[in-house]
């Protein structure tokens, strides 16, 4: 197992620097540079070229991708376009927030999930199932910037329950576990879009597992040996049939995480989301490579984290 750990973990070398070289490729095949449309039109042409020659985008593309390079290997992002700050702190301003968010959102879907697997699975083909069914079909085909938006108008401006935009109220100046309430105050209707999708495929998958679960040949035996409906169900049906949840866990990190992209932005929410479109928008690739290559390894974590779980919980699974 370790040795299997050791090699996932020297694979993501490669897949990182393959990422990034395509990354940095498709900024520089996009028409003009982060410097285009910002100068004044009576400024200087001398003064527009010597801020590229300042920032190194006078040198040629591959000049440029190595010293880059170089620089994010001892841990450097660079200096961001725009704002004229390191991107290393940009990030750390923002990726307590992402995370937050991403750890939310776990938790909603887990918590909403998996009773509503369970239950859909207890009563399969009655008017509950279906409409469970149905909720979570709409949940599924629904784009998550819809489903923001639908949120906001619903919750925010028609009921105002919630607020659309922040982290925190601003000057409240809360302390201790009021500042942790409005923080969470302030992520559920982010998080809840974020989640949708996912408690929706994973209500259908659960109801799936246990219907399986329930028609196996040991569920009969328990249920033959007189053995309460309740005890077959926790023992019997359920440990076997959300098993296979804690290997999901792992693909999930990865997903929300990167899938707080859209979520940040519609929320205005202050994470690595909203901070990349904002340096896609604006051309300034230090800060959008940064934040590629900080998703990118929560992805390739959560995959790692995805195949370890799979040994632990079903010890058959061999990776020599």
Do not use: C
């Not at 020659?53 to 010293?67: N, S």
């Not at 923080?183 to 597992?209: E, K």
């Not at 205005?268 to 290559?293: A, E, F, K």
């Amino acid at each position: 197992m370790y040795q299997y750990i050791l090699r996932r973990t020297l694979i993501f070398i490669p897949m990182l620097i393959v990422i990034s070289m395509l990354l940095f490729a498709l900024v520089q095949i996009a028409p003009g540079d982060a410097f285009t449309g910002q100068l004044d039109p009576n400024q200087d042409a001398e003064y527009y070229e010597e801020l590229r020659a300042r920032f190194g985008l006078d040198k040629h593309p591959v000049e440029q991708y190595i010293a880059w390079a170089g620089n994010f290997i001892q841990g450097e992002m660079g200096i961001s376009f725009r704002h004229r700050l390191p991107v290393n702190e940009m990030i750390t301003d923002r990726i307590g927030n992402t995370l937050f968010l991403a750890v939310f959102s776990l938790l909603l879907t887990y918590a909403i999930a998996v009773p509503l697997g369970i239950f859909s699975a207890q009563y399969p083909y009655s008017k509950s199932d279906y409409t469970l069914t149905g909720l979570a079909f709409i949940g599924i085909s629904m784009p998550s910037f819809f489903a923001g938006l639908l949120l906001i108008y619903f919750f925010s401006f028609s009921l105002g329950w919630f607020p659309y935009s922040g982290t925190v109220t601003a000057g409240a100046g809360y302390q201790g576990l009021e500042a942790f309430f409005d923080r969470v105050y302030h992520t559920i209707l982010p998080a809840v879009t974020l989640a949708i999708i996912s408690i929706a495929s994973y209500t259908r998958y659960i109801r799936s597992s246990v219907l399986q679960a329930k028609i196996q040949d040991y569920v009969r035996t328990a249920y033959a040996k007189g053995v309460p409906a309740k005890i077959v169900l926790r023992k019997h049906v359920l440990r076997n049939a959300l098993l296979p949840l804690v290997t999901l866990f792992g693909l999930d990190v990865g997903f929300i995480v990167s899938g707080a992209v859209i979520t940040e932005t519609i929320f205005t929410y202050p994470g690595l989301g909203q901070l990349l479109v904002d340096s896609i928008i604006n051309r300034d690739y230090p800060i959008m490579m940064g934040v590629t290559m900080i998703l990118a390894t929560f992805v390739l974590l959560g995959n790692l984290l995805a195949d370890i779980l799979y040994a632990i919980v079903d010890p058959r699974i061999r990776y020599d």
